[in-house]
């Protein structure tokens, strides 16, 4: 007994009480009995209303404390069943709304744009300082770019810088970097350029090899499909 919690304690004691209600006051005849629905206002209290009649008369009456032990024990069923339910229903929803956020942003995710491209640029004039003409020599989508370039022919393996740049501006608005290496006697360039948040219009395609003059190219970007 010396390790019983108070809450131990106090159902011992109320079934004590319980058995004492059922066993002294049996009254058979129901006299006195307030009915089922002052039994329900009772039940469907959390504290019973000790100083309600129908309350003083249940504890002296078995017939009444018996159906007041059972609308009790349906009352807290249902709101357990709805507590359970609540708690399922914030559950589903706010799994709903992670859903819909990944949904969201999946989407967003998923439709951005990625293209592997390959560009020909073996018979290209290497030029330095200025583009080569005011025609585009290139055209690219507003995409997340992987490319692959066939440089100029004398083009050289190695690391090599690109920048997207206006025309007439002087702020790269993409760049990207790459290793060309060389394959069947041509220098190939492959690297990741997103486009995706550029704006469509005529740009400046710059390439350069560490330590090597830039070569310009006019290219044109138009929006992705």
């Known amino acids: 007994m010396a390790d019983e ?3 131990e304690a106090f159902e011992r004691v109320q079934k004590l009480l319980e058995e004492a209600i059922l066993r002294d006051y049996p009254n058979p005849e129901r006299i006195g009995c307030p009915g089922t629905d002052a039994l329900k206002r009772i039940a469907f209290q959390d504290v ?5 009649p129908a309350w003083q008369h249940t504890i002296r009456c078995a017939p009444c404390y018996t159906e007041f032990l059972q609308l009790r024990a349906d009352y807290k069923a249902r709101r357990q069943k709805a507590r359970a339910y609540t708690r399922y229903a914030v559950g589903g929803l706010a799994a709903s709304i992670l859903i819909c956020l990944v949904w969201i942003f999946g989407w967003t995710t998923t439709t951005r744009r990625s293209l592997d491209e390959y560009r020909d640029l073996s018979q290209v004039r290497t030029l330095r300082g200025d583009a080569e003409s005011s025609e585009p020599k290139l055209t690219f989508s507003t995409a997340d770019l992987h490319l692959t370039f066939k440089l100029p022919v004398g083009s050289r393996e190695g690391a090599y810088e690109v920048f997207v740049i206006p025309q007439g501006g002087s702020k790269a608005v993409a760049n990207a970097t790459g290793n060309a290496v060389m394959i069947a006697g041509d220098a190939s360039l492959r690297l990741k350029l997103d486009l995706s948040g550029i704006k469509p219009g005529m740009y400046q395609l710059d390439f350069r090899r ?6 310009l190219l006019n290219c044109r970007i138009i929006a992705g499909k």
């Open 5 to 7: 919690s108070q809450q």
């Open 48 to 52: 019973p209303p000790t100083s309600d």
């Open 210 to 215: 560490d330590g090597w003059d830039w070569m």
